[in-house]
């Protein structure tokens, strides 16, 4: 009989359904609803066939169901334009792995269903690799290996202990395969990028400010950025994270020059030996979300950031990728303060671009008319709009009152409450109206320190805008109007404010334990992201000089693996010499060891007379083969033994050890896997 055809039984038939279903929840998590439904319901038609012990469908019906499935999918690449991406690759091989069970009878099929499932677990990480998914992924590939033991060898079911033999082999690959993580070389940059579907909705800010953009982020808690400083916690002042800067009012809505962003050349880059203690500056690294967006978020002065961003940055200092960033990225920055940077003269096409307002507003100009009339220095001006915002009952609220036409006006002396896109706006209008050149700036401000982790969790709720005011021998300088009016947003962040949107936010960030925990818990994440998800050639390289190993990848990986396998083949050495040199007593191991394998495991205590007896009762093939290798056993173990009696009695049994081998690939055990005593 054909061990490979052999039928299943009713529960390997559970195990198999059990196995794929463990292997695609994580998928619901990626793939277009239509098609999880879909597989839910498969799934939901296999299980009540097994549950009802009922017939599989015959091969006319799976395949109306496999064209049922193309359709679906045919419908899915049209509505997407006619693309097929990753998302619905992987949701085709899952469909079909479903049908494959929906006809699996004999041992082949299911053993076709068990290696199918090993590529579904590599298809979860094309879309994302949270580490909870390798924990998943090791559990899940475990319990594979476990079925496949059985499936293979079911007279093995209550005589090993599958735990301990896969435990033993995940310790045996284990130091290979952190060898191979750490030294095997890897590129600056991928060879190839996997295929992407149709881009999902954006998140955080975007590339315009108008009343309520940044104030309609503020009760997300949803992460936009981690920001590691080498666990240092910074002043809360200078926490700027700066993104865009606007200069064009239309008086409702400020925008970004794309002329002047065509103006962009390749960043400088952060030399590969950083100096994070330096005097002029600061390093970091960003862990930057997907936002599908092209803008990148540095700490205010951005001066370089790490090659692995691909960026390009803008005269204004703006620093973007070249693509969207539709996946997790991670890059390094450096940042100095403004007054480390050499002050360049203001060109007129800027400055031009710095004073021009719409019309309207009168109020307001004439309020920076008198400013402009009264104080001849352009920061006097800017410290009487901030006196303005400080003495005027202005209120920060994240519900503001609706505006007018004259949205400046209307809010300078009508309604007075608002957020900060609104004093960042009319600042930047008052300045302007008052002659000095200004523009608005988007980003996030603040951050929560993680102690555990030593980075800065920033959250769409650190949304904010500020303004910069052109000042001679400074330049562009920052001035945060939102400071004047609530200094606690600066201090203590979105928790200034006392409206009931944020309760959730500030819950989040309550003290206590379950704080420490969260905090615990992003730690984690950070780090996997950090040192397993991005860890590049660069940080290979950093590894070595530290062990003092030099910049050679190849050759310590090579001496690497061969020590590991010196290491793995000194057990084998230990075991034959302990055997002391007894040729007999290794052949009769290595036949007990092969009849383990097989299933049939010598108990302790066991005589060969009696272990025989039962393995010829599980393998009638290879009886008498087995009966022979015991006969000539006992023959030699108990006779009058020599050495030179010895060595060619070993040479003997080795070949009834492989007249045993060869019954056994012949035969196949009882099939009621009973054993006679």
């Not at 080498?230 to 809360?236: C, D, I, T």
């Not at 109020?363 to 009487?384: C, G, I, M, S, V």
């Not at 036409?405 to 008052?430: K, M, N, P, W």
Request: hydrophobic share 50%; glycine share 8%.
């Amino acid at each position: 009989m054909n061990a490979q055809a052999r039928a299943l039984d009713h529960a390997e038939h559970g195990m198999l359904l059990a196995q794929l279903a463990l292997v695609l929840a994580p998928l619901a998590r990626a793939l277009p609803y239509t098609f999880s439904l879909l597989l839910a319901m498969l799934m939901l038609w296999r299980w009540l066939l097994w549950r009802q012990h009922a017939a599989l469908p015959s091969r006319a019906m799976l395949g109306v169901v496999a064209t049922m499935v193309l359709a679906v999918a045919g419908l899915l690449v049209w509505q997407a334009g006619g693309q097929i991406g990753r998302e619905l690759s992987v949701a085709l091989l899952g469909a079909f792995v479903i049908l494959k069970l929906l006809e699996c009878r004999a041992l082949a099929d299911a053993t076709l269903v068990t290696q199918l499932c090993f590529y579904l677990l590599l298809g979860l990480y094309l879309f994302d690799q949270p580490f909870w998914l390798a924990i998943h992924t090791v559990a899940a590939a475990a319990w594979i290996l476990r079925n496949w033991l059985f499936l293979q060898h079911p007279q093995a079911r209550g005589r090993i202990a599958p735990w301990p033999l896969l435990g033993r082999m995940v310790a045996g690959a284990l130091p290979w395969a952190l060898v191979l993580f750490l030294l095997f070389p890897r590129l600056e940059r991928p060879l190839w990028r996997l295929p992407q579907s149709a881009p999902s909705a954006s998140t955080g800010i975007g590339d315009t400010m108008s009343p309520g953009s940044v104030g309609r982020l503020t009760p997300s808690t949803q992460i936009a950025l981690r920001a590691d400083t080498g666990g240092r916690a910074l002043p809360r002042g200078e926490l700027y994270w700066r993104a865009l800067v606007l200069w064009q009012f239309d008086g409702g809505t400020w925008r970004t020059v794309p002329a002047r962003q065509a103006r962009m050349r390749p960043a400088p880059a952060v030399p590969d030996e950083t100096a994070g203690g330096a005097a002029a500056g600061i390093d970091y690294t960003i862990t930057l979300e997907p936002t599908q967006r092209q803008w990148l978020f540095l700490l205010d002065r951005g001066q370089a950031i790490g090659q692995q961003a691909d960026a390009m940055v803008s005269p204004d200092g703006e620093f973007l990728a070249r693509t969207p960033v539709g996946q997790r990225l991670l890059y390094r920055a450096r940042s100095a303060p403004a007054a480390a940077e050499a002050v360049e003269p203001l060109d007129p096409q800027t400055r031009q671009l710095a004073l021009r307002l719409p019309a309207g507003n009168p109020r307001a100009r004439a309020l920076a008319a008198q400013w402009a009339e009264r104080h001849p220095e352009p920061a006097d001006r800017a410290r009487a709009a901030l006196a303005l915002f400080a003495a005027a009952p202005f209120a920060y609220t994240l519900s503001p009152p609706p505006l007018g036409s004259e949205q400046i006006d209307g809010f300078l002396f009508g309604t007075r409450r608002g957020f900060c896109e609104h004093y960042a706006g009319s600042f930047v209008f008052l300045m302007r109206a008052a002659g000095v050149p200004a523009r608005a700036v988007i980003g996030y401000q603040g951050g929560e320190f993680n102690p555990v982790g030593g980075h800065y969790i920033v959250r769409q709720a650190d949304a904010h805008a500020w303004a910069e005011i052109w000042l001679e021998n400074r330049g562009w300088v920052r001035v945060d109007p939102t400071h004047a009016v609530a200094p606690g947003r600066i201090e203590r962040g979105i928790d200034a404010l006392h409206d009931g949107e944020i309760a959730a936010l500030r819950e989040a960030r309550r003290p206590g334990w379950l704080r420490d925990v969260r905090w615990g818990m992003d730690g984690m994440v950070h780090h996997w992201h950090r040192w397993v998800l991005q860890y590049d050639h660069r940080m290979q390289l950093q590894l070595l000089r530290q062990a003092g190993l030099g910049g050679n990848l190849l050759p310590v990986m090579l001496a690497s693996m061969a020590l590991l396998a010196a290491l793995a083949m000194l057990p084998l050495l230990l075991r034959r010499r302990a055997r002391g040199g007894d040729p007999v007593r290794a052949v009769y191991a290595s036949f007990a060891q092969m009849l383990a394998r097989h299933g049939c495991v010598r108990a302790p205590g066991e005589g060969p007379c009696d272990f025989a007896r039962r393995a010829a009762a599980m393998y009638p093939a290879a009886a008498d083969a087995v009966q022979a290798f015991t006969e000539q056993y006992i023959a030699l173990r108990y006779g009058n033994r020599s050495a030179h009696a010895d060595k060619a009695g070993a040479s003997g049994l080795r070949r009834s050890l492989a007249r045993v081998r060869g019954a056994l690939r012949r035969g196949a055990p009882r099939a009621d896997g009973n054993e006679s005593r």
